[in-house]
């Protein structure tokens, strides 16, 4: 009796389908439930990183306590970790009623709420310990969020809707960020019982409402379908579990690409490279070029994510014509150059017709990039271990560059903005080659 090939979400070869069925994707059920699901992941980030961070400040805490706090986000980078359980474990009593992708789904998303609440409700000018706890609980109930619906968009739709999926997905996170970055400092700013100073209960009722706003996730999963996923055989004993669960996803993967594995790894460690380590030092850049806060907010935070969620998807749309890889090379080469423009940025001092214009085409290339990139991500995963694997590949594509970024500053410091932009493009040209020659892999799996 032979055994059958493992189940992927390889794309198969098919005829290219008309405008028509193309656009129409986005308006099937699983699409519009990503945009909500989406919304929901996007909007803890911001709340545990930089809007906490101007409240902290706000308050009176140091530059370098808020520096250590946003270690809370290591979380995200380190999922990995723990997305075998979310990927096998079921939880008991809910898994039987909901099923294994809703149920961790609901669970992550009942632990950000009263995370968030409980950050609502504390006040760091009266000591950090709750505000830390909270923040630390919002962040890995977010991460394993995140888990679960990485691995519910994957197996809600075959490949070639994985880009549309990704692209609604990007729209509904994009769309949480304006409302938890712009939108909470718009709250608290209306709550406010008398200009200047630190309002506690001003933000308690910002992160209240930020709370209330997970409940449009939290009826999406209940009124959702469990999708359909491999079942596999019921491991005899805890070793065998342990097998399947933590050693198996990793090696499936080798054993599909073989030596390949390296290079398409490879891909995944570097792609976003470019974005990554310039991103760090965008907002000193802005500071120092004269841009003041409003012109930024304005700018980066609303502009700049419609542009994005414009890129998304215009990137979906392109990956469904053209297909995912040449979308994804195409999206590496627009992500480099787009640097060089913030270099030639920096020679106009403080012009905001020229910010405006390299926000639009930084964003823009930035969303293409990221909805090819993600429904690349998605066809390297085996259905049977979606979760453990997709896990893997998001957190390795910001190991690397976040450890480079980090001395960012310091090359700043020592050649100026202009060079370090220039060379965040540089840093792009090995990109274009990995993934020319993953272009080979991916047309000829192991």
Request: with cysteine; charged share 10%; proline share 4%.
């Amino acid at each position: 009796m032979t055994s059958s090939a493992p189940e992927t979400t390889q794309p198969k070869p098919s005829a290219r389908p008309s405008w028509g069925t193309t656009l129409r994707v986005y308006l099937e059920p699983p699409t519009l439930r990503m945009l909500a699901l989406g919304f929901a992941a996007g909007l803890p980030l911001l709340l545990v990183l930089g809007t906490l961070s101007f409240r902290l400040r706000e308050a009176g805490i140091d530059r370098a306590t808020i520096g250590h706090l946003s270690w809370v986000g290591l979380a995200y980078a380190f999922k990995w970790a723990w997305a075998p359980l979310v990927d096998r474990l079921p939880l008991p009593g809910l898994t039987r009623w909901l099923g294994l992708r809703r149920s961790w789904l609901l669970l992550s998303q009942g632990a950000i709420m009263v995370g968030l609440v409980g950050m609502a409700w504390s006040d760091p000018q009266q000591g950090l310990q709750a505000v830390v706890w909270c923040a630390l609980l919002v962040a890995f109930a977010s991460a394993t969020q995140d888990i679960a619906l990485d691995a519910f968009r994957i197996e809600s739709a075959g490949a070639e809707r994985q880009a549309a999926l990704a692209a609604a997905y990007q729209t509904g996170y994009r769309m949480a960020m304006i409302w938890a970055g712009a939108g909470v400092l718009w709250l608290a700013a209306r709550a406010e019982v008398a200009a200047g100073g630190y309002q506690n209960a001003a933000w308690q009722l910002a992160y209240l409402v930020m709370a209330a706003s997970m409940l449009p996730g939290v009826l999406t999963v209940l009124w959702s379908s469990e999708p359909a996923r491999r079942e596999l055989p019921p491991a005899r004993n805890l070793a065998e579990w342990l097998q399947g669960a933590l050693v198996e996803p990793f090696a499936d993967f080798v054993r599909r690409y073989r030596w390949q594995a390296a290079l398409v790894l490879g891909l995944i460690a570097v792609y976003r490279i470019s974005d990554v380590v310039m991103g760090i030092m965008a907002n000193p850049f802005y500071v120092d070029m004269g841009y003041t806060k409003d012109e930024v907010a304005a700018v980066t935070k609303v502009y700049g994510v419609i542009m994005t969620l414009v890129g998304a998807f215009v990137g979906g749309v392109l990956a469904m014509r053209l297909g995912v890889m040449r979308v994804l090379l195409l999206g590496a080469a627009l992500s480099a150059a787009s640097n060089l423009l913030f270099a030639w940025l920096g020679t106009r001092g403080h012009d905001l017709t020229a910010l405006i214009f390299v926000i639009a085409a930084d964003n823009l290339s930035s969303g293409i990039a990221s909805a090819a990139f993600i429904a690349y991500l998605s066809s390297l995963t085996n259905i049977s271990y979606s979760a453990t694997q997709y896990a893997l590949f998001s957190s390795m594509m910001l190991l690397a560059p976040k450890f480079i970024a980090g001395f960012s500053g310091d090359y700043v410091n020592a050649y100026g903005y202009s060079h370090f932009f220039v060379s965040t493009a540089l840093l792009g040209l090995p990109v274009l080659l990995l993934v020319v020659l993953a272009m080979r892999v991916h047309a000829r799996p192991a």
